[in-house]
Nanobody
Framework: QVQLVESGGGLVQPGGSLRLSCAAS????????MGWFRQAPGKEREFVAT????????HYADSVKGRFTVSRDNTVNTVYLQMNILKPEDTAVYYC????????????????WGLGTQVTVSS
């Protein structure tokens, strides 16, 4: 049974920072690329960032480049999303996902999903 469990969401002021974690179990973590997606009210789920299994390679959505950093610790089967200079438009449910692709950026590229964690950026 594969499980991805996100944590670290919450309420933060604009310009603030937050770090999300995703703990994976039930899969050989080091062989999967890991990604982050988000879904705001009334919008479709969108790609945020991914980190590959094949190399220390990352890819980010244009909207978060320079502000967000994705990383992973294969010793504890965890992927992180460091979010800095947060904006109100970053408000969404953030989802962790796992893929066998190299740098997947589409929902359909991911085989496993967590249930999400809420991030709210507001004054």
């Amino acid at each position: 049974q594969v499980q991805l469990v996100e944590s670290g969401g919450g309420l933060v002021q604009p310009g603030g920072s937050l770090r999300l974690s995703c703990a994976a179990s039930g899969l050989t973590f080091r062989t999967y690329s890991m990604g982050w997606f988000r879904q705001a009210p009334g919008k479709e789920r969108e790609f945020v960032a991914t980190i590959s299994w094949s190399a220390p390679s990352t890819h980010y959505a244009d909207s978060v480049k320079g502000r967000f950093t994705v990383s992973r610790d294969n010793t504890v089967n965890t992927v992180y999303l460091q979010m800095n200079i947060l904006k109100p438009e970053d408000t969404a449910v953030y989802y962790c996902a796992a893929s066998v692709a190299v740098l997947p950026n589409r929902v359909r590229d991911y085989a496993y999903w967590g249930l999400g964690t809420q991030v709210t950026v507001s004054s």
